[in-house]
């Protein structure tokens, strides 16, 4: 259909629906909602430019989180907060759009989102499992055993805050588990790096950081099967550390 064609029928659609209007005696309200059902892709529906109800995007919200399209919740949750700070769905919009990042996988994001909500909501009785949530957005960020830990310190962290606050909590029980695998990690990054030390001639380092887990985390140790090991490394780390510090060879001060 080339273009001249298309406005003739558009012009024709036009007037038949005016005439339907005119005849039918129908009032401004539903002809408006009649107008946008049939000329909604001619001149744009109207929920583009009229802004959803506090209601509507929470119901939006969570059909999405049911419908597991996080981001769209995200989106309905944001804007709900953003638009209708006062309503009475504003908690729940600050709530779930920290589990919409959450279950998005973007753990930075709900973590920032969780702190809010325990922030302005402190004596919430949902509190415990925000912590809970916050704990495990720090504990999936965890990469590998060789890099830094500071987001095993951070779950640790925020799994003591919980227990403290809530030791009664169903959520303290499952932080207690939590805390046990936080130290899991720590001590099979700190076991590395005691290898490392050791292997470089470090001695002192090496027996200071196995040292460390060793009397921090006995149960952790025993647990990875490293008791052996390391008090085998701490005897010879000191037996090293004994013969006092080594004077450099002639290769080495002759710059090989």
């Known amino acids: 259909m080339n ?3 298309r406005i003739q029928v558009l012009g024709t659609r036009l007037l038949l629906i005016l005439f339907i209007l005119s005849t039918a005696g129908i009032t ?22 009229t802004a959803l109800s506090a209601e ?37 919009a600050e709530l779930k759009l920290g589990d919409a990042h959450f279950y998005n996988k ?8 969780y702190e809010e909500f325990v922030r302005l909501h402190p004596r919430n009785e ?15 960020s965890f990469s590998t055993i060789d890099r830094d830990q500071e987001e095993t310190r951070l779950a640790m962290d925020a799994f003591r805050r919980l227990v403290q ?13 939590q805390i046990y695998e936080c130290q899991k990690r720590l001590v099979a990054h700190e076991f590395q790096v005691g290898q490392f030390y050791y292997r470089t001639g470090e001695y002192a380092s090496a027996r200071d950081r196995l040292q460390t887990i060793f009397h921090l985390y006995p149960e ?11 008090q085998e490394l701490l005897a010879r780390s000191e037996k ?4 006092g510090e080594r004077k450099p060879s002639v290769w080495s001060r002759m710059g090989f």
Do not use: W
């Open 3 to 5: 273009f001249p064609q």
């Open 28 to 49: 401004s309200g539903c002809g408006t909602s009649l107008r946008e059902y049939y000329f909604g892709d001619l001149f744009g529906k109207g929920s583009s430019t």
């Open 56 to 92: 509507q995007l929470a119901m939006d919200g969570m059909e999405a989180m049911r419908k597991k399209d996080y981001s769209g919740a995200a989106s309905s949750f944001q804007q709900l907060k953003e638009r209708y700070p006062y309503s009475k769905y504003a908690i729940l």
């Open 106 to 113: 973007n753990y930075a994001e709900a973590a920032v989102a």
């Open 126 to 140: 949902v509190v415990p499992y925000v912590l809970y949530q916050i704990g495990m957005c720090h504990f999936l």
């Open 165 to 177: 606050a809530f030791p009664e909590s169903e959520y303290a029980v499952r932080a207690q588990k």
């Open 220 to 230: 952790a140790v025993a647990d990875l099967g490293y008791e052996e090991e390391i």
């Open 240 to 243: 090293e550390i004994s013969k």
